[in-house]
């Protein structure tokens, strides 16, 4: 553009629109007492300025909790934590796609006119949207708890621990309207302001007894029986007013049209428990516990629901005679169910009040497009798991290996169903997945001296999952999807007898490919139509899947005299994600292969009749030198409209953390009133190598609570990130 056109000039906009994120992090803590009470107070604040302008985040803690114990029979102890949190959360998404269509010969820093109003040609300016079309939250949290402990015989005990979990958050959005100035180019035609009140409070009870007992010196055992209540109340109320009448005043008051909304929520689990554990000779042990959950979210008939588990350990170090350089050896295995129940108010039909009520003094409701099933039934999640531990020479070496076999059953999905029954969702009991895999941890001191030492632990796991089973009558179910120009979206789906995490999309037909195949075989031969372009695919195949087949890591620690210095390399790999942001810059030409679009070329396929294609093409747009009319090109006709060209391999290694640290020694400090003292400096994020071709290979952008992955979206890049630390003790 700058070698065509006269005074353009390119700005390399996306460096420039970010800053340099700032956080500074405070805490003094306190703690002391005796015997008979303990006492520990502290108090912390933190403040963020985020990489994207005019983001901010602020948190306030202070904590304080003590015990006190009365005599020898009875204790009792207490918290109280309080945290403020909140600033201006400026939507990522939004600003990186504003940043999507701002034109790289226009500087984004410009973004304001003298009057307040945008400077554009014509586009939002993302730092301006940033700045003015604000969305601030201000939680206020308080968690408390007491326990009280009595104790009337050495084999008897009663506890009993009640907790309050009680949160309120304040959230403002604000689009500013037109400001009534002539030729400006307002954020929204209209603007908008939104207020929202959620309270939320947890309450927890737990009561439970505990029972030992000791028959001999081979046999020892313990009993506990307890009662769990957990209730939780949330309370949601909305306010939104749109069409500013006073320019700049936010207030609800000020709006022509004013919406309003409300949501309340309560939900009781009542659970009842016991736990058996059995030792013998202090080398083979026996767990076993059972626990009956009674939930207020599922149908009367379904709300009661029992799980189990078996834990079995053998430390055969202790019993069989082994080198001396076997220091521990380990086997176990369990097998455990653990029950789950739903959100409350799902089941059978339930109504909401559209938002143009009232009308006319008239309220109304309408019935919720989802339906809940009146027979829904607990999840149930049974799971199998076989391991050995080991350490050796002294604890020098170590070495854990773990199989695992866990089958999610009777899942609560929401599944479509035909619009004929009033209803477009059904939430029902749909479906089960299964999880197997390895993990092993292997770890070590290899040298040890007075004044050096140092530290190495790698892990490794692999995962397989299946879909074994999808409730009769459902093919499928969409988890979910993320948009791509032109038909290039992609979408998540569960299919009985294949895996989860699978991505379909549209891809390039392949000559001699089965049609009942679900999965893309790359290695056909791609179809050429008779225009010389590459032939889209109507259907969706599989492109790759989202869950990582291997993920591991390997941490070191050096030590020498007082300086401490460790580092973490990860990895993963077998994974596949869909690039968003490859999608779009594709179609406004700015990925580094599109500077092609004035080649011609042979795409390499075959045609129809498998002879190979020998018919070259212009990438450009417009008529060709060819003289042939090529419409908008080939990067916006035909690549950014296959979702094969955006499903990519996201495996990486990365250097995650260097930490170098270095405690002063006591001589240092007796001349201060300090006992202690820690300088560190630690850098995250270092080094990043990956074939993804995307900001950061561990975005995601599916939504919060969503069950969908691979889904990166517009997510702001990746941050490397250095921190300068100060630990102080008196």
């Known amino acids: 553009m700058q070698q065509t056109v ?16 700032v956080q500074i992090d405070n805490s003094v803590s306190i703690s002391g007492g005796n015997e008979k009470a303990t006492f520990y107070g502290s108090i912390g604040n933190l403040t963020q300025d985020g990489i994207i302008p005019f983001s901010t985040w602020d948190r306030t803690t202070a904590k304080l909790s003590g015990s006190v114990k009365a005599n020898e029979k009875f204790d009792f102890s207490g918290s109280i934590n309080f945290s403020n949190t909140g600033g201006n959360r400026v939507p990522h998404d939004r600003f990186m796609e504003r940043m999507m269509y701002w034109s790289e010969t226009t500087d984004v820093r410009d973004y304001i006119n003298e009057d307040g109003t945008m400077r554009t040609y014509g586009n939002t300016n993302p730092i301006y949207d940033a700045r003015f079309a604000t969305y601030e939250d201000d939680v206020n949290r308080i968690i408390g708890n007491i326990n009280l402990n009595y ?17 309120s958050d304040t959230r403002t959005e604000i689009t500013p309207g037109p400001k009534g100035i002539d030729g400006e180019v307002a954020l929204s035609s209209t603007g908008l302001l939104e207020e929202t009140r959620i309270n939320s409070r947890d309450l927890t ?40 009448v006073i320019p700049e005043f936010y207030n609800l008051n000020n709006t022509t049209q004013i919406f309003a909304s409300q949501g309340k929520s309560l939900r009781r689990l009542v659970g009842f428990y016991g736990d058996l554990m059995v030792d013998y000779k202090n080398f083979l042990f026996l767990n076993l516990t059972g626990r009956n959950d009674i939930s207020s979210t599922l149908p009367k008939d379904n709300n009661s629901f029992f799980y189990p588990s078996v834990n079995l350990g053998y430390v055969f170090s202790e019993n069989l005679s082994l080198p001396s350089w076997v220091t521990f050896g380990k086997l176990r295995a369990s097998w455990a169910q653990v029950g789950k129940d739903t959100n409350p108010h799902i089941l059978g039909a339930t109504y909401a009040s559209p938002s143009i009520f009232p009308l006319n003094g008239q309220v109304g409701f309408t019935r919720n497009s989802v339906f809940g099933d009146p027979n829904l039934r607990p999840e149930l999640t049974t799971s199998l798991e076989f391991g050995l531990q080991t350490a050796f020479w002294d604890n020098r070496a170590n070495f854990d290996v773990t199989y695992y076999k866990s089958n999610a059953q009777d899942q609560i999905i929401p599944v479509p169903i035909s619009d004929a029954t009033g209803f477009s969702s059904y939430i029902t009991n749909a479906g089960e997945i299964e ?8 770890g070590g001191t290899p040298v040890r001296t007075q004044n050096f030492s140092w530290s ?13 089973a999808i409730r009769e009558g459902i093919d499928e179910i969409v988890v979910g999807s993320q948009f791509g120009y032109a038909g290039s979206t992609v979408t998540m789906k569960l299919i009985e007898g294949e895996a989860y995490g699978n ?18 075989d790359r290695s056909l031969p791609v179809v050429i139509g008779a225009n010389g372009f590459p032939i889209r695919n109507s259907a969706q195949l599989v492109l790759g899947n989202a869950v990582p087949k291997w993920i591991g890591g390997i941490r070191n620690d050096f030590t020498y005299k007082g300086f401490e210095l460790s580092f ?6 077998g994974v596949e994600q869909y690039n968003q942001f490859a999608n779009f810059l594709s179609a406004f030409g700015k990925n580094e292969f599109t500077e092609a679009r004035e080649d011609f070329r042979v795409f390499e396929g075959v045609l129809a009749d498998g002879s190979p294609n020998t ?5 450009g747009q417009g008529v060709g030198p060819d003289g042939v009319n090529y419409g908008a090109g080939y990067w916006r006709n035909h690549y950014r409209t296959t979702s094969e060209n955006f499903v990519t391999d996201a495996s990486f290694i990365k250097l995650r953390n260097l930490t170098l640290g270095y405690n002063l020694s006591p001589g240092i400090l007796d001349s201060t009133p300090f006992r202690s003292a820690r300088v560190s400096v630690a850098a995250n994020n270092i080094i990043l190598y990956t074939p993804w071709d995307g900001f950061d290979p561990e975005s995601f952008s599916a939504g919060a609570g969503g069950n969908a992955v691979g889904f990166t979206g517009l997510g702001f890049p990746g941050v490397q990130s250095v921190f300068f630390n100060l630990n102080l003790g008196l």
């Open 6 to 21: 006269p005074d353009h000039r390119y700005q390399d906009n996306w460096n420039r629109a970010f800053n340099t994120g």
């Open 151 to 167: 104790n009337p015989t050495d084999w008897l005990s009663f506890s009993y621990r009640l907790g309050n979990d009680f949160y």
């Open 205 to 244: 009870s737990n009561f439970y007894v505990t029972l030992k007992k000791q028959f001999n010196s081979d046999w020892n055992t313990s009993l506990r029986l307890g009662n769990d209540i957990f209730e939780r109340r949330f309370d949601r109320v909305t306010a939104r007013g749109e069409n500013f």
């Open 435 to 442: 999880n197997s895999g390895f993990e092993f941890i292997l």
């Open 456 to 468: 190495i632990n790698a892990n490794l796991s692999i995962n397989n999952n299946e879909i074994k």
């Open 503 to 520: 991505i379909f999309g549209r891809s390039y037909q392949r000559f001699g490919s089965d049609p009942d195949n679900l999965f893309l």
């Open 568 to 573: 973490l390399v990860d990895f993963r790999t």
């Open 615 to 619: 018919q070259e093409v212009w990438l």
